[in-house]
């Protein structure tokens, strides 16, 4: 399910990332990576710490060089004129901690080119949009972690960039943050704009991105709209019935019993195999429940990742990528 390279000569739309490979030394942190990041859709880039999510994002930003591969925006090599229409959010944030927030954001705006009054009005727009109107005159230390998350996103959203390219834009907010966030990035995705983040909720991720790319160990495992990788994933029931005790499907060859919870079993399968589970199930008493279950992208993950077996895959998702 990896994203195929374009063709060359083909105009991709929006960005597109096509064999990157980057090493450090004598670890590979890039292999083959390639996947695109359509116009007007939300894509979420997750993977482990050190998987490679924040070396990708360095790349296209041109602040870490890459070794071989491509990064092009439109079907066009991206220069340093293109990455000036980025909106980025670094995950190491660079803010100035003693200015004020709505001076700091007034004089970020002069910077991507806005006259002084253009970037004051952009500043205020963006306070207010973000929540941030009553902490204007505050001194950037005196916010708490969620509203300097706020103040990083109005400083990547004040050129009006064509691309959101956000690492852990959701570390450290509460919910109402959350909401505010998400509902930006919907907003922006509508306007025709790509949107790549990363994160290490998957929950969150699911409900929000169109498309979700997993690395692992500097490969792209899985890429692919949300629906269709959880539609590919194991095939997984619920079924309930009068007499099913622990252990009823160790007869059926291909069959794993997952979890008993609330009178009920959940079994991992092959394809095809339906009438057969109905039919053992059926011999222990009357049905209760026969119910398809479709893995949550946390499940998918976990398959995906932990199912290969290097070290760099371990089956704990932290808050701070260690690319």
């Keep these: 399910m990896s994203a195929a390279a374009t063709a060359p000569g083909t105009a991709a739309p929006g960005l597109e990332i096509d064999g990157v490979d980057k090493a450090f030394g004598e670890k590979r942190a890039l292999d083959g990576v390639s996947f695109t990041v359509p116009a007007g859709r939300i894509v979420g880039f997750v993977g482990n710490n050190g998987a490679g999510k924040s070396t990708t994002m360095r790349i296209v930003m041109g602040l870490t060089a890459l070794d071989g591969g491509a990064v092009r925006w439109d079907g066009r090599p991206l220069d340093s004129a293109a990455r000036r229409r980025i909106g980025y959010m670094p995950e190491e944030r660079g803010l100035y901690p003693r200015m004020r927030v709505l001076e700091q954001l007034a004089y970020l705006g002069r910077l991507s080119g806005?006259?002084?009054?253009?970037?004051?009005?952009?500043?205020?727009?963006?306070?207010?949009?973000?929540g941030l109107a009553g902490a204007g005159r505050a001194r950037l230390s005196e916010l708490s972690l969620g509203n300097q998350q706020r103040v990083q996103l109005a400083a990547a959203l004040l050129h009006d960039p064509l691309l959101l390219l956000l690492d852990e834009p959701f570390s450290g907010l509460d919910p109402s943050a959350v909401g505010v966030m998400s509902e930006v990035l919907r907003e922006q995705a509508a306007r025709g704009r790509p949107v790549l983040f990363s994160s290490h909720q998957l929950d969150l991720v699911?409900?929000?991105?169109?498309?979700?790319v997993i690395i692992s160990a500097g490969r792209i495992v899985a890429d692919g709209p949300v629906a269709e990788l959880r539609s590919g994933g194991p095939v997984r029931y619920r079924i309930a019935a009068d007499g099913?005790?622990?252990?009823?499907?160790?007869?059926?060859?291909?069959?794993?019993?997952?979890?008993w919870r609330d009178g009920g079993c959940v079994v991992e399968t092959g394809p095809a195999r339906d009438q057969e589970l109905l039919a053992a199930a059926g011999k222990a008493g009357p049905l209760r429940?026969?119910?398809?279950?479709?893995?949550?992208l946390t499940d998918l993950y976990r398959d995906v990742v932990d199912g290969l077996g290097n070290d760099e895959a371990s089956?704990?998702?932290?808050?701070?990528?260690?690319?």
């Design 114 to 130: 806005h006259s002084p009054a253009g970037a004051a009005a952009a500043a205020r727009r963006w306070a207010d949009r973000l």
């Design 206 to 212: 699911e409900r929000l991105c169109d498309q979700v």
């Design 244 to 259: 099913l005790r622990p252990g009823w499907a160790g007869g059926l060859p291909g069959v794993t019993e997952l979890e």
């Design 289 to 296: 429940e026969f119910t398809p279950v479709r893995p949550s």
């Design 315 to 323: 089956d704990k998702v932290s808050d701070d990528d260690a690319d």
